[in-house]
């Protein structure tokens, strides 16, 4: 089966009468097949100039696409560095803090501590203070109880006893026990 070339010709060719054997002189050697490239007519400088326009477009835009894409990128990176700089910030702030009120509640326990041992010291010395006093007051009655005792021993020969109605007149008062009032404080 042969093919002529004026079954292969475009059908503009054809009516215009143009189409001559030396026009299309590449068709020879290419199969002649249905929607082989080589049986096309080739395009003229109009549509050459519209294809490489439109794929300079093309590239425009993928270069377009491709920088804003970069940009995303790129903010999101800048965000991810902010906010790690902040949060290493806001950590660095929070042990200093932590630091600092360990250290106001170390000071406070120790004036705590140190008001509590000068209450213990002044309570203990107000104890051993009133212990002395009533010890010096027993001593006191004490004494007066022994001279008392020793102007009733003298020799009977010196005196001659008297009723206790007497004594209590000469000597000014009533010899009874010694009273003693004990306070206990607890600390």
Not at 23 to 40: D, F, I, R, V
Not at 128 to 142: F, I, N, T
Request: a positive charge; proline letters at 3%.
């Amino acid at each position: 089966m042969a093919i002529s070339s004026s079954t292969i010709l475009p059908a503009s060719a054809k009516t215009n009468g143009a189409a001559t054997r030396e026009g299309y002189e590449h068709l020879n050697h290419c199969p002649k097949t249905m929607g082989s490239k080589c049986c096309k007519p080739e395009p003229d400088n109009d549509d050459l100039e519209k294809e490489r326009k439109r794929k300079l477009l093309l590239a425009k835009q993928r270069q377009i696409t491709r920088m804003k894409a970069a940009g995303k990128i790129q903010a999101w990176w800048r965000g991810t560095l902010v906010r790690r700089t902040l949060l290493a910030a806001a950590l660095r702030a929070w042990m200093i803090q932590y630091w600092w009120k360990t250290v106001l509640w170390r000071k406070l326990n120790m004036r705590r501590q140190l008001s509590l041992k000068i209450y213990i010291i002044q309570e203990q010395a107000a104890v051993k203070l009133q212990s002395w006093v009533r010890m010096w007051q027993c001593h006191q009655r004490y004494c007066q109880v022994c001279n008392a005792v020793c102007i009733l021993q003298a020799p009977k020969s010196c005196f001659t006893f008297q009723t206790s109605d007497v004594s209590q007149a000469q000597y000014g008062g009533a010899f009874n026990q010694p009273e003693f009032h004990i306070e206990i404080l607890s600390i």
